[in-house]
């Protein structure tokens, strides 16, 4: 996916934000932030395209110097001299699900910017705008249906400033929805459909896709916050209404567009892992699967991986280093 093109000196550097078909490279940093700090993950490739995780690391963003300055970032990831993806939080863009357009590839920003003019609480002339398109069985959605991603290009430029100063070569921005949808080809084969739930103790997100593409997204913030809680009856009714939604959801990717069902959830919960999960069985019809980076790709450190598969922050950093991975991810 690309946001568009950035009108400053750091065009060159983030000419194309997000792109789905990228060329294969040696590999990629990837820069996530968190509650506890931001997490650096190293994702590179060998000679047939297989991803290997060459490095997790978690910079703590307390005391006197914040990792998240570009320096300290930059100094943790000196290790491989790849280019970096940094992925957006949540209050920094907004993605809307939207019938696809009958315009050229190349127009698709500028039709979004018009189409979007009502949608996001940001100026829409000074926007980064673009999409991915999924390609879906339904006679309204005969261009596909596409999840258009806006971000503020101020917002952009506070964030990969720092990190470019400090010498740290910027590929591309990317949002959470797609740092699951590249988990997700990963973990799933192209013509299934399967859904990605990561919780920690701020933020939820639930993606449903299929090959390269997103047909629905859900932020589930309140139930996140919620299920991390340590009252008991609060979080089993909780699990309740999140299987609801889970349930909702599905339904209407089938309903909305032909689409099968998710017969598989791939989760990540940072606490009560097992509840959540056992709760999430008893409810919905899909299987319920935590995720395991040890099917993911082919770990040079194995606890910084495992450790990896149980942090939200982490397993987003991870699955934005694997663009670019060929048969996996840019196809």
């Known amino acids: ?3 568009g093109t950035l009108a400053s000196p750091l065009t060159s550097a983030v000419a194309r934000i ?6 294969p490279r040696a590999g990629h940093w990837a820069l996530a932030a968190g509650a506890r700090g931001m997490v650096a993950a190293h994702v590179g490739f060998d000679a047939l395209g297989e991803p290997h995780l060459d490095a997790v690391e978690f910079l703590d963003a307390r005391g006197d110097r914040p990792a998240r300055r570009g320096a300290d970032v930059a100094a943790a990831m000196r290790a491989f001299s790849s280019p970096c993806v940094v992925v957006l939080s949540p209050a920094d863009y907004r993605s809307v699900f939207l019938p696809g ?3 050229p590839a190349q127009e698709r920003s500028d039709a979004l ?3 979007l003019r009502d949608e996001i609480d940001f100026p829409v002339q000074d926007a980064v705008i673009d999409c991915v398109v999924a390609p879906v069985s339904h006679q309204m959605h005969e261009h596909g249906l596409w999840m258009a991603v806006a971000a503020p290009s101020s917002k952009v430029h506070e964030l990969i400033g720092p990190l470019s100063e400090a010498g740290i070569e910027i590929a591309a921005v990317d949002v959470p929805e797609l740092a699951q949808r590249n988990l997700c080809m990963r973990l799933t084969a192209p013509e299934r459909t399967a859904a990605m739930l ?3 103790a701020q933020h939820g997100l639930l993606t449903v896709c299929r090959g390269d ?4 997204s859900r932020q589930l913030d309140p139930i996140a916050v919620t299920l991390s809680g ?3 009856e609060r979080r089993a009714a909780m699990i309740e209404r999140l299987a609801l939604e889970i349930q909702r959801t599905f339904d209407n990717v089938e309903r909305q567009y032909g689409a099968a069902p998710p017969d598989r959830v791939h989760l990540l919960v940072e606490r009560h892992a097992d509840q959540v999960a056992e709760g999430l069985r008893n409810s919905i019809a899909a299987a319920v699967e935590p995720i395991s980076f040890d099917s993911l790709c082919a770990e040079r450190d194995l606890n910084s991986a495992r450790r990896a598969a149980l942090d939200r922050t982490a397993a987003l950093a991870v699955g934005a280093a694997l663009r670019g991975s060929g ?3 840019a196809r």
């Open 101 to 103: 357009l009958p315009v």
């Open 1 to 3: 996916m690309s946001i």
């Open 198 to 200: 990561t919780m920690d």
């Open 213 to 216: 593409g997103v047909l629905a």
């Open 230 to 232: 340590d009252d008991d």
């Open 113 to 115: 910017r018009w189409r």
């Open 18 to 23: 997000g792109r789905v078909f990228a060329r």
């Open 327 to 329: 048969e996996g991810v």
